[in-house]
């Protein structure tokens, strides 16, 4: 037990397919009366009758065996709990939805639209169903998963020693109507011998299961002592940039692995294919024995990943899945004992391709992964010696030549005013620093970070000076250009 220390609940959404109507009817009824008793639960416990008298009541008058009741018990129970812990009145709690049962209230609307918000009430009301697991009877007694040669089931007990069979339906049907993946992981909580929850919810006459199980994860034995490898997703092009360093922040390697298939198609096809290059990413850090830096995914907005902004930006990042990408990379690696390190993403791509771009002559999307590695190990990105002199030069005359330009040959109007407005906020930096002369003023140590905070940070200052000349229009991806005012300080524009 000393190994397992990482502990997350993990749940599997999926639907059930019944082979018949008078099955599925069945299973409706057992929903109907388990919803029922919970509400009566509900009631009775607030009136301050205890658990063991209500679970030899509710057997009777309910038809239900003593686990389906005191599952029924218990989540009344949780339902108390969690309005005292809101500070809210348990006694007004509304079962089916509140929101719901104030727009029936209201009777604003008739007719047909009226009997389908009504059907929507009932199904939320009465079609529930939860039943826990049990480690002594190796995962769950009342709705167990069972596998055969075509299928992975859900064993219902409806009552009166009677089981319903249902098919279940959580993968993605990839050929001869074989599911994969999630029911990959079903399969594997029929096997361990885990307890496991199961809870059924109706709606639209469709029957869920929402199957939940205590995962333990290994200690990670792949630390960042033996190296790191950091990855650097892009909505367009859609690829994952990964780059590889030793345990100082050395680049020993770098790649990029090409995405085209989360350039549309459904939803689940999508989701499918973001599994596979989660595995992909864990099992290259799995053999290269590396720990993985990613960028937190608790800072707002990191869907904006690529080389558009706009109503084309916003279509791109819907069909790329930033977020839910690095999740399945976390959660793999932690499966597989792999340390997963989270670095604030600030700047990062503009550091990359200032300083690292140029230098190595890789993408920008490449360096920028060496930047997200070496933060993850904890090290500070220090300005080269010429751009601090590009730094200590700089003015606001030179910035109100460089908005002239913009003007003059950047024909996007979004672009331009994209462009305008960066350069404005750098001249506001400026103007703020305090120096007469409108240059900036104060200590600048040439590190990433330091007491002039975000908004004055050298690199927002350093991309507007440098990038901006160079590649007004369009974003600039051939870093190459830089090489020479990393060496002579030289910087101007495209001819």
Known sequence: MGKEVLRDMVTVQAKLIFDNSEDKQKVLDLMRRWSSCMRYAYKRLLEGHKRNELKRQLQKVFVLNSRYVDDAIMKAESVIKSCK?????????????????????RRHINGRAYRKLQHQWQEKRKGNLYSRGDKSKKGNLNTRIEIDENATLLRINVGKKQYVYAR??????????????????LQAMSTSGEPYSVELK??????????????????????????????????????????????????MGYGEIP?????????????????????????????????????????????RRGDFSGRK????????????LLEKVKLLAK????????????????????????????????AAAYVIARRGLGLRERIPHNYMLLLSSLDTNSLEELKEYVKKVVKNPNVRRKQL???????????????????????????????????????????????????????????????????????????
């Open 421 to 495: 407005k960066a350069i404005d906020r750098v001249i506001g930096i400026l103007q703020s620093s305090g120096s007469e002369s409108g240059r900036l003023s104060g200590p600048l140590d040439g590190t990433s970070a330091g007491s002039r905070g975000k908004n004055h940070n050298p690199w927002r200052v350093l991309r507007v000076a440098v990038v901006t000349p160079l590649s007004p229009g369009k974003v600039l991806r051939d870093m190459s250009v830089l090489k020479s005012l990393l060496v002579s300080g030289q910087v101007g524009r495209p001819t």
């Open 335 to 366: 499966r597989e004992g792999i340390e997963v390190i989270e670095v604030n993403p600030a700047y990062t791509s503009v550091i990359g391709m200032l300083k690292y771009a140029p230098q190595y002559m890789v993408s920008k999307d490449i």
């Open 85 to 105: 812990k809101k500070g809210e009145n348990p006694r007004k709690v509304i079962f089916g939805s509140r929101e719901l049962f104030e727009k029936l209230k």
């Open 259 to 303: 995405m085209p298939e989360l350039e549309g198609g459904s939803s689940s096809k999508r989701e499918y294919y973001r599994w596979q290059y989660a595995h992909r990413i864990v099992q290259m850090a799995k053999e290269k024995q590396k720990a993985i830096v990613v960028e937190s995914l608790s800072i707002k907005d990191r869907g």
């Open 202 to 251: 109706l709606k639209n006459g469709v029957v869920y299961a929402y199957f939940t199980v205590e995962e333990v994860f290994p200690k990670p034995k792949i630390t960042r002592t033996n190296g790191v490898i950091g990855i650097d997703p892009n909505a367009y092009p859609r690829h994952v940039a990964w780059v590889e360093t030793d345990k100082n922040g050395q680049l």
């Open 168 to 185: 279940i339906q959580a993968g993605w049907k990839i050929k001869n109507k074989t599911y994969i993946d999630r029911n990959q992981l």
């Open 313 to 324: 930006s916003r279509r791109i990042r819907h069909y790329f899945g930033y977020r839910s």
